[in-house]
């Protein structure tokens, strides 16, 4: 049987105004848990031409120096809603592709934490961008014990929905937090950026939630949406419904606070959503 790798989606570093770790720390810090890759999803706004490069170039370098796979992404704000597309390569395809115009290669998209937008929207945002894939659970805005159920009761209304590819991604700036949403794909005969990218965009890769196990396949074996989402409509959460309940709580008193004191709690904030 050929080895499974797991990887993680949807991560950012210092390339990010959020961000607290360089990309070799990152490299270290999830091979150290056992991962073999990473999508990186670096916020498109903190970047012009310049710097994308740099962030492309050191990408590769601490790929090869470390042998840990970086697949570039990046995490582009279209009308309010985030979407990454990877791989990238140039700042200017991505600056293209944002703009609506015609690109020389296509970029696999996928909308990030849709869970957080009105339904509608997302609806509008599927068909206007082209969407490939859907962040179907992010842990970061979501929860690590519960998946976004209303959300998911929501895409039964979508006769596309069997198209898509379904990922779940953990929305991580620091190291220090806990990765509790994966992605499991067999090991590619060559294991490169380029190549896990492609079975990403092929969808020969299952979607796996850890704490949980709750899992999606996507490919030839995929899951039939419908009934998987029949299934887990019947399970309890009876821990993810308590802490969701804590989470709506510190919510709302962090929302009274005042913007610059938000802001000077940010990592607390996302450790404390990291937690439950």
């Known amino acids: 049987m050929q080895e499974l790798i797991q990887g993680t989606f949807h991560f950012h570093s210092t390339y990010s105004h959020d961000g607290r770790n360089t990309l070799r720390e990152v490299a270290h ?27 492309i ?5 601490v790929t090869e120096s470390t042998g840990f796979i970086f697949v570039p992404g990046t995490e582009v704000d279209l009308e309010g809603l985030h979407t990454i597309v990877f791989p990238v390569r140039e ?33 509008t945002h599927l068909e206007r961008y082209g969407i490939d894939a859907v962040e179907l659970w992010n842990q970061q805005a979501d929860g690590s014990y519960i998946p976004p159920i209303d959300f998911l009761r929501s895409l039964q209304s979508i006769p596309l929905r069997a198209n898509y590819r379904y990922f779940f991604g953990c929305d991580l700036h620091s190291i220090n937090l806990t990765v509790g949403n994966v992605l499991c794909l067999r090991t590619p005969g060559i294991l490169t950026a380029d190549e896990i990218a492609s079975v990403l965009i092929t969808g020969d890769f299952v979607a796996r939630n850890l704490a949980t196990g709750i899992e999606y396949r996507n490919g030839l074996d995929r899951t039939e949406f419908d009934g998987w989402l029949n299934a887990l409509s019947e399970r309890s959460y009876y821990r993810g419904r308590l802490l969701r309940g804590v989470r709506y709580s510190l919510k709302s008193v962090y929302k009274m606070l005042p913007k610059d004191l938000r802001r000077s709690l940010n990592d607390v904030k996302n450790y404390v959503r990291n937690k439950v």
Do not use: N, W
């Open 57 to 61: 170039a050191e990408l590769e370098s």
């Open 91 to 123: 700042y200017t395809e991505v600056v293209r592709f944002a703009s609506r115009q015609e690109i020389a290669r296509p970029l696999f998209k996928v909308l990030a934490h849709p869970s957080k937008y009105p339904f509608e929207r997302v609806k």
């Open 29 to 55: 810090a999830l091979r150290e848990r056992g991962f073999s890759f990473c999508v990186m999803t670096e916020h498109f706004e903190d970047f012009d031409e310049a710097k994308f490069d740099r962030y």
